[in-house]
């Protein structure tokens, strides 16, 4: 049973261009989650997605963030026009039930997003 | 003040010895991670917990659900332990991280 795959595990952009992050959850779960690590910072929730739905996406930033989870695919991670700023590590996990709360994540090995 | 504390930031012990790092939390929650975050960037879940105690190898984690409060214990700790420990406190739909511990294990 393959884990939480990620691809691809390094990307390099210019600024003003666009970022896809994919993101296959483990054989079975239909919840994943993308989390943000910014350099030397710790991590950040950025959305909650269920298949065809975003459930919590509190910690998204409100422009050129976009995410998805269709019913057939990876979840897609979208950064449009990218700046300097979003040069970070974004780890994707996902779960078989639903809700953070009371549920383990098994976490993908990352994209490492670098923007020129 | 973040919502959820780690303590202390950096650690560096001699192989064989024992290792706490303590996690203190203001905000309600429906459970408590531990991670570990190795060099090359990979995060494993090692506990959820909600009550109690729960010992998996050398490592045990435990929670004090009255004093918001968790503990990451290694017991003969070794260089392979060497790793960023991450708590995590997890709300109905949200997560919440400290900011890590990193800790160093010498031989």
Redesign the interface.
């Known amino acids: 049973n393959a884990g939480v795959m990620q691809n691809p595990r390094h990307l390099v952009r210019r600024r003003g261009q666009e970022a896809r992050l994919r993101c296959s959850p483990m054989k079975g779960h239909s919840h994943v ?1 993308w ?1 943000r690590q910014l350099p030397e ?5 950025m959305v ?1 997605l269920q298949k065809e739905n975003i ?2 996406e ?2 998204m930033p409100k422009e050129r963030f976009s995410a998805e989870f269709p019913k057939e695919g990876p979840s897609i991670l979208r950064i449009q026009q990218v700046v300097r700023g979003d040069s970070a ?1 974004y ?1 994707c ?1 996902s779960s078989p039930l639903g ?9 993908g ?2 994209t ?1 997003l670098t923007v020129l | 003040k973040n919502e959820v504390e780690q303590s202390p930031q950096n650690l560096t012990a001699q192989e064989g010895e024992f290792i706490t790092i303590n996690c203190s939390y203001s905000v309600g929650i429906s459970a408590l991670h531990w991670l570990q975050q190795h060099p090359g960037g990979g995060i494993v879940s090692l506990f959820m917990l909600s009550s109690g105690k729960k010992k998996h190898g050398r490592l045990i984690a435990t929670i004090n659900i009255q004093e918001k409060h968790s503990s990451l214990h290694i017991t003969a700790s070794h260089p392979r332990d060497s790793a960023v420990y991450i708590c995590a406190a997890s709300g109905n739909n949200d997560m919440r991280f400290g900011a890590g511990t990193r800790l160093t294990v010498k031989p």
């Open positions: 989650y989390y910072e710790g991590l950040k929730f909650y459930i919590d509190s910690g590590a780890f996990a809700g953070q709360g009371g549920n383990e994540q098994f976490f090995p990352g490492r």
